[in-house]
């Protein structure tokens, strides 16, 4: 996983509510066995005409205005199924953060495990953010992940994280390594608790 | 500080291996339940690290989200869908997985199928990567959906890295109305709560109308706790569960059986158990539901007017489904009804639909497919001669899988139409690009088919 310390870029304004991983990614676009190439179907049905697969020009990705790192969405981000190719295609597209007042739990979760960071605000700063960043596309953001601090134009907002996550983050670390590392405490955990391996005692 | 325990707290805490410092807790997994679509870049990442699966004899794979519902006997068509089914196989074989893939007596969509073979047992940890994972809790089990990261970690170490979410109560006491389903209540307490509000918690169901309710009601409940973004959803197991479990293929036996029920019937939440937010719904409050828009918060009773706009989303939700405030939903123009998915394709949900179909014909504008959850309950259709009625009617029988739930198969709505459908998710082009979904129940799905509208219901009591 790649590591994230510090973030400054210029963000990308996406401000429906309630976009769920049906709309990050469709469904027909999970039929791949690798974790590669999803960014080319990211917003894949906001993004190209359904008939056409022209790129729709009403659409914040195909706008030459917009660019960045930082994904600015609206409330309750990441809604719906559990895929993580979700988060896999933000990660491919460039994104190495996403701001909304509110992210769905399993996206925060399989983001996190991408390296792809949710930055949750108030919403009052994700309107004024929001707001910012629509009217001038080179608004410069920064996001310190040591701090927990995100900001623009002097406007500074804390957000949470996990100081395990924290770590993983800075560190590139993930969860497959901690958790191999248990194996003896749950090797014991099993013995008093799985009818099964109660046996092997 | 009270000792009292929530039956999240308690099954919860029988899974703690550890506690990480100042982080989240080592939490061990029971069973965990894959298929062909989020598991194979888990076992790459397996196999790239040089691990082996850890405990493959908790694991249990299906193939059920992109499998045609047509000739299931042929080679699957589709390249990209046969590369994922043929991976999951090779998978499977290589790790010592038992695998009931297509043409196995127990394959099917992989939530119906670990509960009718006694799986899915009351204060198990249960986890998919499927965020419909959710609807083991109907037995009293701590059951979540996860990504494919975490799919890896569970092959690797049987645990995963969690932190313990907050809990909250849905309690729903009263009499129900007529022809009010399990899946009517889901959608009527989703369309109070919202689409977030359960995001963070672990949502237990509690009061009459769950406890008087079939494992099937239970688990279609359960089903859609995601729905308002809860991770996991649970019903304290009595009686009726014991009932359900007891015999199943996997169910435990003999002494075994004996011990655990002692077990289970300790599993619910204490009396004076503290929840960290709590809803309360009167049942007689709940008609018939459906969903008018591109969330399956935006629901409403079948015999009311088609909202106006709260905001930019909602009208954005309105355009996309080519309705205005104030149509009433019988003159929505329905084609399409689906009945199936991992909510509704149990048998009780047949049961219901042809009871209401028998000696009646489907409209003639409408396409009504059936699509049975699993083998099991395909066998019981036929057994039960529901196939005769369904048939008659001119519905047509499909082969068990997710199919147009999420139309990953060729199980798609066209552009533009309107489909009543029994499924979960009624989000942009869910069943295809352009497709309009309106959820309901089995019983609605049924009745729009056959009187090719969706239908005024009259005597309430």
Same mark, same amino acid.
Request: hydrophobic fraction near 35%; aromatic fraction near 8%.
């Given at each position: ?14 401000? =429906? ?27 894949r049905d906001w993004r190209y005409n359904v008939h056409t697969n022209e790129p729709n020009p009403d659409f914040v990705l195909n706008n030459s205005k917009y660019s960045g790192e ?11 199924? =559990? ?31 991408n390296g792809l960071l949710p930055v949750k605000v108030s919403e009052d700063y994700l309107k004024d953010l929001m707001e910012t960043i629509t009217q001038n596309p080179s608004t ?22 996990? =100081? ?38 | ?58 694991? #249990? ?11 299931? !006997? ?21 790790? %010592? ?134 991770? @996991? ?33 300790? #599993? ?24 008018? @828009?591109? %969330? ?27 309705? %205005?405030? @104030? ?87 066209? !552009?533009? !139409? ?44």
């Amino acid at each position: 996983m790649q590591k994230l310390v510090l973030i400054k870029s210029q963000a990308v304004p996406l401000p =429906s509510e309630n976009i769920d991983t049906d709309q990050i990614i469709p469904a027909r676009f999970l039929k791949s066995i690798s974790k590669e190439g999803f960014g080319e179907n990211l917003f894949r049905d906001w993004r190209y005409n359904v008939h056409t697969n022209e790129p729709n020009p009403d659409f914040v990705l195909n706008n030459s205005k917009y660019s960045g790192e930082i994904l600015v969405a609206g409330n309750n981000f990441g809604c719906g199924s =559990s895929r993580e190719h979700a988060a896999w295609s933000l990660t491919d597209y460039g994104f190495k953060v996403v701001v909304s007042s509110y992210f769905a739990d399993i996206f925060k979760g399989n983001a996190l495990n991408n390296g792809l960071l949710p930055v949750k605000v108030s919403e009052d700063y994700l309107k004024d953010l929001m707001e910012t960043i629509t009217q001038n596309p080179s608004t410069q953001i920064t996001v310190d992940i040591e701090k927990q601090r995100i900001s623009f134009n002097d406007k500074t907002e804390s957000f949470e994280l996990d =100081s395990y996550k924290k770590i993983c983050l800075i560190n590139g670390y993930d969860d497959i390594d901690f958790l191999t590392s248990k194996k003896e405490a749950i090797q014991k955990f099993e013995q008093k608790t799985q009818r099964v391996y109660e046996q092997e005692l | 500080m009270s000792q009292s325990k929530t039956l999240f707290d308690k099954v919860w805490d029988a899974h703690v291996v550890e506690t990480v410092p100042d982080g989240p807790q080592v939490i061990y997994i029971d069973k965990h339940l894959i298929h062909e679509v989020t598991s194979p870049q888990a076992f790459a990442e397996l196999e790239a690290r040089g691990l082996e699966v850890f405990r493959p004899n908790q694991i #249990l794979a299906t193939a059920d989200h992109n499998v045609p519902t047509l000739g299931q !006997e042929l080679p699957i068509r589709d390249e990209l869908s046969r590369t994922q089914v043929q991976q999951l196989t090779e998978n499977c074989e290589k790790n %010592n997985i038992e695998l009931y893939g297509l043409g196995h007596q127990y394959q099917g969509i992989v939530h119906i199928i670990a509960p009718e073979l006694g799986i899915t047992q009351p204060g198990m940890s249960i986890v998919c990567g499927d965020s419909h994972t959710s609807t083991h809790g109907a037995f009293g089990a701590i059951a979540f959906g996860i990504g494919t990261s975490q799919v890896a970690q569970v092959f690797a170490s049987q645990c995963l890295l969690m932190n313990k979410p907050k809990s909250m109560r849905v309690s729903v006491n009263g009499k129900l109305n007529k022809d009010v389903q399990p899946k009517d209540v889901i959608l009527y307490i989703i369309s109070k709560v919202g689409t977030d509000s359960g995001t963070g918690y672990f949502c237990e169901y509690a009061g009459n109308v769950f406890e008087e309710m079939s494992m099937e009601g239970r688990m279609t409940v359960c089903n859609m706790s995601i729905e308002m973004g809860a991770r @996991g959803g649970m019903i304290a197991p009595d009686e009726t569960t014991f009932e359900y479990v007891k015999d199943k293929t996997f169910a435990p036996k003999g002494e075994e059986w004996t011990e655990k029920i002692e077990y289970w019937k300790t #599993l619910k939440s204490d009396s004076d158990a503290i929840f960290d937010k709590e809803f309360e719904f009167s049942a007689e409050d709940i008609r018939p539901m459906i969903t008018y @828009g591109t %969330n399956p918060g935006m629901g409403i009773s079948i015999d009311s007017k088609i909202p106006t706009a709260q905001n930019e989303s909602e009208e954005k939700a309105l355009k996309y489904m080519g309705l %205005n405030a @104030g149509q009433s939903t019988s003159d929505i123009k329905v084609n399409y009804v689906f009945i199936g998915s991992c909510t509704n394709a149990r048998i009780e949900d047949f049961r219901s639909a042809a009871t209401y179909v028998k000696g009646k014909q489907k409209a003639e504008n409408i396409v009504a497919w059936l699509v049975p959850g699993s083998q099991k309950v395909a066998k019981q259709i036929y057994e039960e001669g529901l196939d005769k009625v369904f048939n008659d009617a001119g519905f047509q029988i499909r082969q068990p899988g997710c199919s147009a739930c999420l139309a990953m198969n060729d199980d798609k709505i066209p !552009e533009g !139409e309107y489909c009543v459908s029994t499924s979960n998710r009624n989000f942009e082009g869910r069943q295809g690009q352009g497709a309009r979904t309106l959820l309901a129940s089995p019983l609605t799905a049924a009745k729009v088919a056959v009187e090719g509208r969706i239908p005024a219901f009259e005597n309430l009591n």
